[in-house]
């Protein structure tokens, strides 16, 4: 079982940055690929981005893609989603995912953390 807990969400200004962690509980965390996804009000959950178990395949959805990175510190159980020129679009709840191969699918992921608010103010 790994547990996964995010943070780093908060309120900030249409333009500004943010930067998530989520950190897992258990060693095999590096054996993950990690994903973040996000959900906003009435909306479905949407992909955001992955990155596999070494760091060296990273994936983007469209809608963040040069705007947001990923990265992981397998020494410290720890994936982070760096954001950058947010858009108030860009509000929602952002959940972190551990899944056994690299997918942008929801259904692929095994573990999830509880999710950490992330608004952007117009």
């Known amino acids: 079982q790994v547990q996964l807990v995010e943070s780093g969400g908060g309120l900030v200004q249409a333009g500004g940055s943010l930067r998530l962690s989520c950190a897992a509980s258990?060693?095999?965390?590096?054996?993950?690929?990690l994903g973040w996804f996000r959900q906003a009000p009435g909306k479905e959950r949407e992909f955001v981005a992955y990155i596999n178990y070494s760091g060296d395949n990273t994936y983007y959805g469209d809608s963040v893609k040069g705007r947001f990175t990923i990265s992981r510190d397998n020494a410290k159980n720890t994936v982070y989603l760096q954001m950058n020129r947010l858009k108030p679009e860009d509000t929602a709840i952002y959940y972190c995912?551990?899944?056994?191969?690299?997918?942008?699918?929801?259904?692929?992921?095994?573990?999830w953390g509880q999710g950490t608010q992330v608004t952007v103010s117009s």
């Open positions: 258990e060693r095999t965390f590096r054996l993950f690929t």
């Open positions: 995912g551990a899944a056994f191969s690299p997918a942008v699918q929801i259904a692929s992921y095994r573990y």
